[in-house]
């Protein structure tokens, strides 16, 4: 199926089936995990058909656990999501803590790990593009007292939008749509690359509204700013959601933002992530 001709019936029927199959209704997203270790054929069968929909499936852990960390391996192994990336500030099996970090000066200097808002983005943009985050898991352990919700929307629709309003496609498939600059701190050299791709027949994206270290190609400025319209505007396919304890979302690395939050004296949020280099297939 070719959906980057947007005036092919192979892109016409997808288009109608992507949008009709829309939900923000975070109960149709939902499922419940007895046992993380051993997912049931009926759990399996609802976390494929949720993420097939719409990239995004949101889970909840009936039970606690004494070993989290070695339950959320398990089950994201049993999404398919292997693999993972390795950083510094990631433990050797690619779990990163997501909490505000005064006392590391390098995790600190990363909006992630403080209380600010976190713009629109896709994991991974500032990648080698041949090193891509396909996919992506986040489990809360503790939440904020105030703030720190989520929102989402699927790639896939906002690729549906902009071919709506605009035939300029070809602009978001540049190999040197934008370019991330050398980072010196953490040895990244620079790298250029596209907004939307696809890779084994699937839509990727790489994307951030962010305006600080990310030069945009002067040429398709145009694009970019209706890009970034589109995903600030259509509220109507953002989900919103703030994790509680025991919950999580796994996604084919859809658009997210998080909101800031204020964390009380006695209680940090802490939430799990794992980053992956495959899409979800469970």
């Not at 149709?28 to 929909?53: F, G, M, Q, V, Y």
């Not at 509220?235 to 796994?250: F, H, M, R, S």
């Amino acid at each position: 199926m070719n959906i980057l001709d947007s005036k092919s019936d192979d892109y016409k029927r997808w288009k109608e089936l992507k949008l009709a199959n829309f939900t923000g209704d975070i109960g149709k997203l939902t499922i419940d995990i007895k046992n993380p270790h051993n997912l049931t054929k009926n759990e399996a069968s609802k976390c494929s058909d949720i993420i097939e929909r719409g990239n995004i499936l949101f889970f909840r852990l009936e039970n606690e656990f004494a070993d989290i960390k070695d339950s959320l391996l398990k089950l994201s192994k049993q999404f398919g999501m292997d693999d993972f990336e390795i950083l510094e500030s990631s433990e050797k099996s690619g779990l990163t803590k997501i909490e505000v970090s005064d006392e590391d000066k390098i995790k600190s200097e990363y909006v992630p790990y403080t209380n600010k808002a976190l713009n629109w983005h896709t994991d991974g943009y500032y990648n080698d593009v041949s090193d891509p985050i396909l996919s992506w898991m986040l489990f809360c352990h503790s939440d904020s007292d105030i703030g720190g919700e989520n929102r989402f929307i699927d790639h896939e629709i906002v690729y549906i939008l902009f071919n709506e309003m605009s035939d300029a496609l070809n602009d978001l498939l540049l190999e040197q749509a934008f370019t991330i600059p050398e980072n010196k701190n953490n040895n990244r050299k620079e790298i250029s690359g596209y907004v939307f791709k696809l890779l084994s027949n699937k839509l990727h994206m790489r994307f951030t509204m962010r305006e600080k270290n990310i030069i945009w190609n002067k040429k398709i400025m145009k694009s970019i700013k209706l890009l970034k319209s589109i995903i600030l505007e259509n509220e109507n396919y953002q989900i919103k959601y703030k994790l509680k304890p025991n919950e999580g979302v796994i996604s084919n690395n859809v658009i997210h933002m998080r909101t800031s939050f204020t964390n009380s004296h006695n209680k940090n949020r802490l939430l799990y992530r794992l980053r992956s280099k495959k899409r979800i297939s469970v």
